[in-house]
């Protein structure tokens, strides 16, 4: 039997907010935020070791002015409909609450050459703070939904997760749900955030990866799940885990693990996590301008129950 090939820890350095994802052509294309928050990078490899070297391509780069012209911030990239989206946020100045959300659409063959479209703002249900848009297809009833962080006026602090269906990659309708909110003592310390959603279907059920508390060493992750067979929409369906499922790890010195996706070992038998974390834990200054994040991968383990087992991070891949 071959052995497991294993991940270079940390893959990419100074990559917050990572998303790898694997194409049906075999490629693995990835995205983060960069350093400087100004603009949006894709790599492109045969394989997740390769994307530590792979040319950074930069597809769009921030505006001069306006609502996309500062602290353009965790992308991520879709292939739907024949057709690449990225996904990111963006700010008209330097005050974070200036964030909403926007989408670029790129029809070539390879998301590192073409053109890039901007199909502008999702408009949510109402206007605020907004950020960490993603989207996926629910297996059951093929409709497409998008989950994101959002500021909501009579809720105590930064961000709550919401999920709506989609009209097309770019449009929500109907009904926002609220999914959950920052209100367990991990998720409330430095500031009360639930951002970052990732989802995974499988094995009958949805898990969604959240990230909770502030971007140092208190960031940490949390857990929502559902039945595959459930209404998204409905907020009862979905089960949230009470204690982080990721944390610091100070032994294997990861500090605030978080802002995750999923994605498959090469011969697609088995799930990756993908995460950012510091290797310390002091930090100068705002830990937002803390270049330090890196990107990081380690293999995603399930219970005889179903539960999704994430171990520690730095735990072995």
């Not at 659409?105 to 993603?134: M, Y």
Request: charge should be negative; hydrophobic fraction near 30%.
């Amino acid at each position: 039997m071959n052995e497991k090939k294993t991940y270079k820890d940390p893959l990419i350095l100074q990559r917050a907010d990572p998303w790898i994802y694997r194409h049906t052509d075999g490629f693995y294309y990835f995205t983060a935020s960069v350093p400087e928050y100004d603009g949006i990078e894709i790599r492109k490899a045969e394989n997740i070791n390769a994307l530590r070297d792979a040319k950074p391509h930069m597809v769009w780069r921030k505006h001069g002015e306006g609502p996309q012209s500062h602290l353009i911030w965790a992308p991520e990239i879709h292939h739907i409909d024949g057709k690449w989206y990225v996904y990111y946020a963006a700010g008209a100045s330097c005050n974070v609450l200036d964030h909403r959300m926007f989408v670029i659409e790129n029809d070539a063959e390879d998301p590192t050459t073409g053109v890039w479209l901007e199909k502008g703002q999702i408009r949510t249900n109402w206007d605020s703070f907004a950020l960490d848009a993603t989207t996926f297809l629910h297996g059951r009833t093929r409709q497409r939904y998008l989950v994101w962080a959002q500021q909501e006026s009579g809720i105590e602090g930064n961000s709550n997760l919401y999920i709506a269906k989609m009209k097309n990659p770019w449009t929500i309708e109907g009904e926002q749900v609220m999914l959950t909110k920052p209100e367990l003592p991990w998720e409330t310390i430095g500031f009360l955030v639930n951002e970052g959603p990732a989802v995974l279907e499988k094995n009958g059920k949805i898990y969604l990866t959240y990230s909770a508390s502030a971007t140092d060493h208190n960031y940490c992750m949390g857990l929502l799940t559902a039945e595959a067979d459930c209404d998204p929409l409905d907020s009862r369906a979905w089960k949230k885990s009470q204690e982080p499922v990721f944390e610091t790890s100070k032994e294997n010195s990861q500090y605030g693990p978080g802002h995750s996706c999923f994605t498959v070992v090469e011969e697609g038998d088995e799930d990756l996590l993908v995460y950012h974390a510091r290797s310390y834990r002091e930090i100068e200054g705002d830990p937002l301008y803390d270049p330090n994040r890196h990107t990081r991968v380690q293999r995603i383990r399930f219970g005889e129950d179903g539960r999704m087992l994430l171990g520690k991070p730095g735990s072995g891949n």
